[in-house]
Each structure stands twice: as C-alpha cells, then as structure tokens.
C-alpha cells in the first residue's frame, strides 16, 4: 500500500473530512480542463484547504502593467503516476522551459526548454503543451510542447528523469530544415495543445509573413505514430479557408483549447477573423463540417472573439458545445459577453448565459448539486462577474447555470440561463460600497463531483473551496496579497491536493 496515500486519507480523517483521496481513481489532469473535452472535472475529491503544501513560480520574470499581470499562463498538467508538468517562463522576453516535478513535495525532476516565442498578443499568450499516455501503453505519459517555427517538442517519458526528446513539424521536418530562420519568424504556435484518447495532437498557428512553402494560418494535426513513438509521424494541415469551406480567411482565436467530441470524431473551434466563427472539422481529416457565425444574443452583430482571452469549447456529458464570446457594440453588457450553446452538429440552440468572456464553462453534474431537482442532467459553472466602472455593480460572483431553465437578465432584458446557485466574492473592492468585491480570476475551475463543491481562485489572492452543499465558500487559502492578473486555471492532482495560479506563482494546497 502506498504510504503517502494512508498518510493524506488518515489526515483527512484528522480533518474531520470523509471524503475519498483515492488516487486510484485519478486518470491524470493531461490538459486545459483535464481532458479532451476541457469538463474539468475530477475523479478524486479534493483534499480540506488548510495550508499551501508547496509553490513555485511559473514566470521567472513577471512583466506587469502597473498593477496588473495581464499574462495567460499554461496551467499545471499531470500524468497518471502523478509527475506535475509546469511550462515556466523564465526570462522577460519570453524564453520557456517545461519542469516536471513531484506532486507530493514539488521537487524537481527534469527540465525541458523550448525556443517557442510568443504570437503578438496585447496580453501574454499561453504556450500550448499537453500530456497523452502512449499508444499501448496508458500508464506511460508523454508531453508534447510548442516549439519555434510550427514544431513541437515531445518529451517521451514525463515519469522518468532521463527521456529521450524530439521534435516534430506539422508541414515536415525537411521543409523546416531548409529554411528555419523564414519559419521562426513566420509561424508561430498561438492556441493551447489539445491531444485526443488516440493520442493526436491539434493546435492552432497562426503565419505573420511569406515562407517557402506558402503557409497561411490555420490548423495542424500530428500523429507521432511508431514503436514507442519514434517514427513514422503523419503529419495534416489546413488553412482556415480549407477548414470551413472557404468562410474564414482568418486564424485559429489566439489562447483558444481545440475541444474533441465524444465520440472522438469532431474538433472545435473559434475564429476570429473579421466574421468570427465556432467550426467543427473532422479529426481525422480535417475536412470541414460546419462552422457557425458567432454572434450576440441581444444585438445580433458579429460578437467579439478577443485574443486576449482564454474562452475555449467545452463538450458537454450530452454532446453540446458551450463558447463564450464578448458583446458587440462593446460594453454593451458590462463586457461580461454571453455564455453560447450549440449543438453537435453546431446549430446554436437554448438560451445563453449572462458571462463568457475569458472563460471556459465547468461541467457540473446534477448528482453534484442536491439542491437541483430540474430535468437537466448536468450544469455549467461560469464566472459571474459584473465589472464596477463599465456599466457594473461590482457585485461578482460565481454561478452554477441550468441548461433548462431561463430567467429574465435584469442588466440587458435578455432571456439567459436561470442560476441554481451563485455565490458573492468575500473581500471588498475599493471602497467597498454597495457590496463591490474584488473578481474571479477563473478560466477554468476544477469540479470535484464526489465532494460535491468547485476550487476556485480570485483576485484577493485567495483560493476557496465553494460548497454546493451549503452554497458556500467553506474553506480558503491565502496565496498572495492579490493581484489584477489575467485569468487562470485550477486543477486537483492524483492526492486531492488543489492547484491554484496567482501573482506568477503555482500554490500546492492540502490538509494539515
């Protein structure tokens, strides 16, 4: 029997929490949201807040904006025998390195660099990296991560201290070869990395001027195929044009994780060139299958898809497809934007929700949430922030949305999704009048279904457990003094320990 894991039950227990810390359960946290289809959700309960356990920085060299971080960080992923992989910046301009380090105590184990430099962006993008286990061989993870020039670095063994590494092109290694300096300057990763069960890898890029081969932006697919994945790579890629039928001249949205239907056939995505679509192509070929002009609920102009969020497609348990978008005209609704529901097949269906910029919805299953007595079969967690000083109150809170039920927006008139639960951020903001609180700093927030509550991080530098139960925020960590930053992620690792991102820094939080 693993004693770190009687060790973390009998603290638990100590705790007074009764709540499983099985990492049997735990299948590894791979990518933005945890898997393919960025749920979010986490097989293992997480463990009582009580202390931050271990940190370290993920930007070596943080580059604010007066009193801000406006920088999107690459959130902690995690294999199945529990190595946490951080991609760290570690210079001001923009050098990356990938560490892998214990998830008990945070001790480094390897170190990877990457010549990957950043799209323009007016915040700091994220570097796309992901983890997949090796075709036959689950329990064996490997990392892929961006690299200059359209490549990517994969790492064979993230477990292990010494691993062989190698580096793949999505138009071919050759190509590259003959004229890399036109290709470094050209042709840049500019999404997360999303790798599907089968182990392909799917990222956006985006092509600033002429090379050789005439690329254009758009979207790649490697399958590094062979005996321990040393050969034999296939390699696809399709202009934004070819991948929806000639609609979109422009590029994969900047920071937006490609998501993968259930059934494994179907990616999505956003564009945002100057007819914003959601696009579903087929995995295997990257042929076109629909693509969806995006637009606001209230005004019916092309919404606004910005580069400098992190909104992604999330799939939820019935196949549907959540996207947030930001308003058009701009402000229009307090710059929260609408929280978008398609079908499979990407018709727009339902009504939306009240907030979806910068954010990636939560699944929420109803077992998860007692109060709920309705007829949906799952929820959506969204940020509810509603910003003082563009149009707001200043009240931000978090809501868990019902995909069946609708309420009238009191902001817009829109009819939007109804609430089942929100709850109102503790520390005041400013002067405090009228209840203003300072905001979620979330983009994708960690559900544990078992434990029946979310962890969640805000700008007061705080890091909560919100309890569906007793709709409340029952536990807290102080992380930092806070700090206006730009959103990020949580993740609950193979012990049920909470991973939370604030002020350049990852905190590790657990029991006593």
Known sequence: MNTLLVLAALSA??????????????????????NPQHTAISRVSLQPLQRIVWQTPIDKAPQYSGSNLL???TGPMISRLGTVVIPVKTAAGGSFVAEGRRHTDGA???????????????????????????????????????????RVIIRDDVDSPTSRTRVLTFFGDAAYRANPTAYNNN??????????????????????????????SGLAKITPTGSGLSSGAVYRYKSMAGLTGGLSDGKVTTNCAPAISLDGKSLYFSTNGATPYIVAVSTASLAPIAA????????????????????????ASDGTVWYGILENPAGSNHYRGWMLRFSMGLTQIGRPGAFGWDDTCSLVPKAAVPSYKGPSPYLVLTKYNNYYGIGGDGRNKLAILDPASTKTDPETGVTVLKEVLTVLGITPDGDGLNGKVREWCINTAAIDVAGKCALVNCEDGKAFRWD?????????????AGIGEAYTSTVIGPDGK???????????????
């Open 498 to 512: 909470g991973y939370a991102i604030n002020n350049a820094t990852v905190y590790v939080l657990g029991s006593n």
């Open 292 to 315: 969806t002009r995006l637009t606001d609920p209230n005004t019916g102009n092309n919404a606004w898809v910005a580069d400098e969020g992190t909104a992604s497609p999330m799939v």
């Open 468 to 480: 569906f139960v007793t709709n409340t925020l029952s536990e807290q960590v102080t992380l930092t």
């Open 187 to 216: 042709v840049k990763i500019n999404t997360p990395i999303t790798v599907d069960n089968s182990g392909n890898i799917y990222f956006g890029y985006q092509v600033l001027g002429s090379n050789p081969l005439g690329l254009v």
């Open 71 to 73: 920088v999107h960080y």
């Open 13 to 34: 227990v100590a705790a007074g929490d009764t709540r499983s810390t099985n990492a049997n359960a735990f299948n590894g946290w791979h990518q933005y949201g945890g």
């Open 108 to 150: 480094l184990l390897w170190t990877t660099p990457t010549d990957w430099s950043a799209p323009p962006s007016g915040w700091g993008p994220v570097i796309g990296a992901a983890l997949f286990p090796q075709p036959g061989n689950r329990n064996k993870t490997s990392m892929v991560i961006a690299a200059s020039g359209g």
